[in-house]
């Protein structure tokens, strides 16, 4: 009973606390002090998705990293400095995520036409979005507010962002520890239907695990060595690599899932069900995204006069 009130408790919080991100940010933040917000961060993500279709996969990870680290607030971006040690080398992200030059040409646009009105964590949350839109998939109403941290954390970074080795109960609380749901866990799970993983973070799964499409995993090890390789890339989804689409449930649905962490949602477990609905239901699918996307999009923002609105996405001001 002990650990139900304390479940209790910590659910409330995180609804109290949702509930005043929510109130406190707004999509129509920028329509009168930045009226060609959305036009030019939309240019620039069609931009760079055309030159290179993963593009669109490594922004929406951009802002995934960047919130289930002490919320969404543009710490992802952040370089070394002399007094903090950053996000962008610690575990989950070291050699892997990317993106980070087309942020900097987004604010530099940006700053162009209106100086330090539009912060670096409300461009990962609309480059996100408009990165799912430029490969075929849903678009949303993106909540506006987040002001910039003055500091990141790479120990944070470490220890916060969800492992691709996780069994489902650690996936499960991980979202809940961020105050997301686990309808939220598979729906943003869908996002790994575009892009693509090192070899590092499936060649446990591909030599070792049985829950594993045979054909699949042979044809894994053709381009991931069991030693050597680490950074030798496959896609998520083999199928449609480069479409915002449910190919990623069907996979799973057939034992096709790249991560052990993708496949644990299709197990024999809790899960398997919300997976087999999506798997035959896109417009089921693409709902529940959108909204896990504002959820996520809400986790602990810094807003009024925290934070800061930083001129260079890369350093505080």
Known sequence: ????????????????????????????????????????????????????????????????????????????????????????TAAPNNNSIRGFEVIDTIKSNLEAICPQVVSCADILAVAARDSVVALGGPTWTVQLGRRDATTASFSDANSNIPKPTSDLSTLISDFSNKGLSTTDLIALSGAHTIGQARCTTFRTRIYNETNIDTSLATSLQSNCPSTGGDSKLSPLDAF??????NYYYKNLVNSKGLLH??????????????????????????????AAMINMGNISPLTGTNGEIRKNCRKTN
């Open 240 to 245: 449609t690599p480069n479409s915002f689409d």
């Open 1 to 88: 009973m002990a650990f139900l009130r304390a479940h209790s408790c910590y659910s409330l919080f995180f609804f109290f606390a949702f509930a005043i991100a929510s109130a406190q940010l707004s999509p129509t933040l920028y329509d009168k002090s930045c009226p060609d917000a959305f036009r030019t961060i939309r240019s620039a993500v069609y931009a760079a998705v055309l030159k290179e279709r993963r593009m669109g996969a490594s922004l929406l990870r951009l802002h995934f990293h960047d919130c289930f680290v002490n919320g969404c607030d543009g710490s992802v971006l952040l370089d070394d400095t002399p007094t903090f040690t950053g996000e962008k």
């Open 261 to 290: 962490s993708d496949q644990q949602l299709y197990s024999g477990g809790s899960t398997d069900s919300q997976v087999t609905g999506y798997s035959s239901d896109l417009s089921k699918f693409y709902a529940d995204f959108k």
